[in-house]
């Protein structure tokens, strides 16, 4: 291992380096950066999401760049606004030791005139999204005459966000004598195009494996109902108290409706998604970092640039369209050395995508048991037990008020005194909790499908509502349903069925007086919604239904072998003597059908 002094980088870097904390180079680093230093090569560097690209080509380029020269050199072409900031602002904290280095951040959903007089007043770095590039040399306001350096970040995403055109354009535009540097966590068929097409004399830096993901990242997965998917989510979080992550959602709108959930719920969480402004935003993710918020619910595109320390969860509440996609996701917690867990709550449908990860990645996946509510109690009160244990006390603070406490306080023993004070935050768990069923989904080997571990016991009652397919109903809305009418969410919503003109859900036991009473006058969207105790006529996954199904089975087996051996003893039996219309003659006796050639009256003739 080297030291950042042995990579050869100047002076003001290094003194840089130290004042962000950074000793020693990570692998891709110290790889990257004498490579930029002693060749002249192109640079294709494949490394894992967090594993510190943006430094390895940010200290090299700028290790290189002519102070005196105002007209850009370098341009960094990153897909999302986010990304294209945090690039920014890690290009000024490197260069803050350099005088007459400035960086600009010209990306799209702000205000082009400031970038411009940004431009016009001298950056020597362009950190842009390949859009906002486009308009401005459109509009003529950027030179790329002198560009000597141009890096694409994160070029399989720009691809996937449909940036190729764009790219081609900016890049036929840059001086052919120039050096293309390509960074990307991932290596697809599209992205290699890109490399041939543009890059010559390609050194190819790869740390690890192309595709894997990293090893300081455990891979949890649940199998739940996709009807219990919130309700997984609420488990886990409650069963790390501590956790501070990232919730990735596949739309716009799932990610508004999981974060309204969860601030409803009183969780201390907010979305980010392409609907909000970029002040919006940035205030969302500021908040974040500063720790204000313990969870964010995001879209992939949002998060990219989101560069976050000590993640200790990732959370996939879908799993993303893209396999690959997973390897960013992942790659958000776990970062610099430090470990973290990315958990995946998958249906009943999903479990061969996570093989087919697992295999990608090179990882293997846990499943884990979606936590009880015994488990989740026992973990809140070993919570609320540590914190009180490292608490900071300063008595001169309070010492005042300490005689009064005492006193109010002192007709409770030691015993009586701590069970109130772990009560004050515990309760509410043990009240949302003490009933709460199993909502993992196993297996049953001899029907071949997923149900509920508790499908088969008492602690939930069937309810049937007048609403279904037909009415533009989803489990989504008619949950929402449920919770606006009963006013709580603290009901235990199992399997949800859709049928055409109806469905079904299954609510916790105690809970039916509660619904009942709250839907007696509940309309949607004009239409009265009437609920009812479902009473299943049949349910195969019932033991007594499955024999009556058994039985009647068996009884339409026999009845069809009777009729089969019925009509083949009728082919069989001698035909009996009559008179022949035609010739007079009697058939002979002993003779069958199949005997004498006749046919049978019921069958077609050739």
Known sequence: MITFEQTGIRPELLKAVADLGFETPMAIQEQVIPAILNTTNDIVGLSQTGSGKTA????????????????????????????????SRDFTQYSKHMKGVHT???????????????????????????G???????RKKV????????????????????????????????????????????MPSDVMKIAS?????????????????ADSVRHHYYVVQASDRYHALKRIVDYYPSIYGIIFCRTRSETKEVAEKLMRDGYNADALHGDLSQAQREYAMQRFRLRSLQMLVATDVAARGLDVEDLTHVIHYNLPDDDEIYIHRSGRTGRAGKSGISVTICNTREKSRIERISRMLKKSFEYRQVPSGEAICEKQLFNVVHRMENIDVNKEQFADFLPAVYKKLEWMDREELIARFVSVEFNRFLDYYKDAGDINAVLDKKRKV?????????????FRVNMGRMDNINPQKLIGMINDATHTRNILIGKVTLNNTYSTFQA?????????????????????????????????????????KDDRKGRDDRKGRDDRKGRDERKERPYKARANKDEGEKKPEGKTYKDTGFRSKKKKRD
Request: net charge negative.
């Open 56 to 87: 390895a080509y940010g200290l090299g380029l700028l290790h290189t760049i002519d102070e005196h020269e105002k007209s850009p050199q370098i341009i960094v072409l990153c897909p999302t606004r986010e990304l294209c900031l945090q690039i």
């Open 104 to 130: 600009t951040a010209v990306y799209g959903g702000t205000s082009m005139d400031q970038q411009i007089r940004e431009l016009r007043d001298g950056a020597q770095i362009i950190v842009a999204t390949p």
């Open 132 to 138: 906002r590039v486009n308009d401005l040399i459109r």
């Open 143 to 186: 030179n790329l005459k002198k560009i000597t350096n141009l890096v694409l970040d994160e070029a399989d995403e720009m691809l996937n966000m449909g940036f190729k055109e764009e790219l081609n354009s900016i890049i036929e535009l840059l001086p052919k004598e120039r050096r293309t540097f390509l960074f990307s966590a991932t």
């Open 197 to 213: 097409s543009y890059m010559k004399n390609i050194t190819e830096i790869i740390v690890g494996s192309k595709n894997a993901g």
């Open 450 to 462: 997923y149900e509920r571990n508790d499908a088969k016991d008492d602690s939930m009652t069937t």
């Open 508 to 548: 916790e036991k105690g809970s039916q007086e509660l619904i009942l009473k709250s839907f007696q006058n509940v309309v949607y969207e004009g239409r009265n919604v009437s609920v009812s105790i479902h009473e299943e006529r049949f349910d195969k996954s019932r033991p007594n239904d499955r024999k009556r």
